[in-house]
């Protein structure tokens, strides 16, 4: 008995078939017609991508539906730290709302699984992860939300953030964050030990904002990696941004990208503009997991950001000067793929006994769905159809 049957659609743009859906999964994909009763879903001819993976952003802080926020801050990476927490005084940010809004938009575009770093310190507290368990609870239907205890503003720098980790995790976070052990901490033995310390007590993984270019980059890669084989943590390890892999030393660059084949140690990129970027050819060629992800969006860091991660997948190609049609596909495989590699998502994909999570989009190829990133999708998550023309299905306050 099929619950739901898509009919002409092409699974990541090749030719038009049907899909079958039964209890949350695709049962079958072929021709084939409904049966009596059966719900039908018109594809239109659309393409089918398995569901959009937001692998790395910041539910608790976007400012989505609020007042425009005025950007003045310095140029540092501190000014940004400083900033945010002196205006979390200022106005009210609700991680609960405000992580459902961005939750929503994100479906919108075709997200079934989101990634979120979640601010802890010593005047914040945990209430943001008690915000996103909210937010978590009442999505559940809709998406798939990771927690990463997030140590914003430092962890031995400021005394007491260790033990608020430590409650967070307790809570129910999936994943120990970590920040540029050197430059932030200025401790990276003492950083890194303390976030893989509390990772094998629990038994998670580990998620480090790397932030650290050249020399000093690449030096607490080679830390991070040195712990992930000694803990043997393969595939449960992301080192987020990593500029210092877009440094053109390629006597520097090139074993540590070995290494991080090698060890299993994921990264994460933006694709930003404004930093040196991780070789997304290279390192697909090498064999590391690759994701992507937002990073934050609309907030007291920066004004960008609409959470569509198949724009992402355009400003990945746009930055990795990917231009031909057999090239597009690693930067798609970015933002879906490799996301559902990287944070351990099991039974992904456009295959027979995959959980039923795909965007529709309205595309000729699957280059032209990658550069162009159409908008108007339609979200599939669990077989339930979960946002239409790029509305979600469901409200959020
Ligand atoms: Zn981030």
Not at 33 to 38: E, L, V
């Amino acid at each position: 008995m099929t619950d739901l049957l898509i009919r002409d659609v092409r699974p990541m743009g090749g030719a038009a078939t049907s899909i079958a859906i039964r209890d949350g999964r695709i049962a079958a994909i072929g021709p084939g017609d409904a049966g009596p009763g059966t719900p039908v879903l018109e594809g239109g001819d659309r393409i089918a991508l398995p569901g959009l993976i937001e692998a790395h952003t910041h539910l608790d802080k976007s400012l989505l539906g609020m007042p425009w926020y005025r950007n003045a801050v310095g140029p540092r990476l501190i000014d940004r730290i400083d900033n945010e927490r002196a205006e979390r005084h200022a106005m009210p940010i609700d991680a609960r709302r405000q992580s459902a809004r961005q939750a929503a938009l994100s479906v919108g575009h075709g997200t079934t699984h989101i990634r979120s770093h979640i601010d802890i310190d010593t005047e914040i507290g945990v209430r943001g992860i008690e915000g996103l368990m909210a937010t978590r609870e009442a999505l559940a239907d809709v998406v798939g939300i990771d927690i990463v205890a997030f140590p914003q503003s430092g962890l031995l720098v400021r005394p007491g953030t260790l033990a608020l980790m430590e409650q967070a995790m307790r809570l129910g976070a999936e994943t120990v964050g970590g920040l540029d052990p050197c430059a932030v901490d200025r401790d990276p033995k003492g950083h890194l030990d303390a976030v893989f310390g509390l990772a094998e007590r629990f038994g998670r993984g580990v998620d480090i904002h790397l932030h650290e270019t050249g020399e000093m980059g690449a030096f607490s890669m080679e830390l991070i990696i040195e712990r992930t084989r000694a803990l043997g943590m393969a595939g449960r390890v992301m080192i987020s941004h990593a500029f210092c892999l877009g440094m053109p030393d390629s006597a520097i660059v090139d074993p540590l990208i070995t290494a991080l084949a090698d060890s299993g140690v994921a990264v994460m990129t933006t694709g930003t503009a404004s930093r040196p970027v991780p070789p997304l050819k290279r390192l697909a060629e090498a064999g590391v997991v690759v994701c992507a992800g937002s990073d934050g969006i609309r907030d007291t860091w920066g004004p960008y950001g609409n959470a569509d991660m198949l724009e992402r997948a355009t400003l990945l190609g746009m930055r990795n000067n990917l231009r031909r049609d057999d090239e597009l596909p690693i930067a798609l495989a970015a933002c879906t793929t490799g996301g559902a590699l990287a944070l351990g998502l099991g039974d992904y994909g456009l295959a027979p006994g995959c959980h039923a999570d795909m965007v529709l989009v309205a595309a000729e190829t699957l280059g032209e769905a990658i550069a162009q990133h159409p908008g108007l999708r339609t979200t599939i998550r669990r077989g339930r159809v979960v946002a239409a023309d790029g509305n979600p299905l469901f409200a959020v306050a």
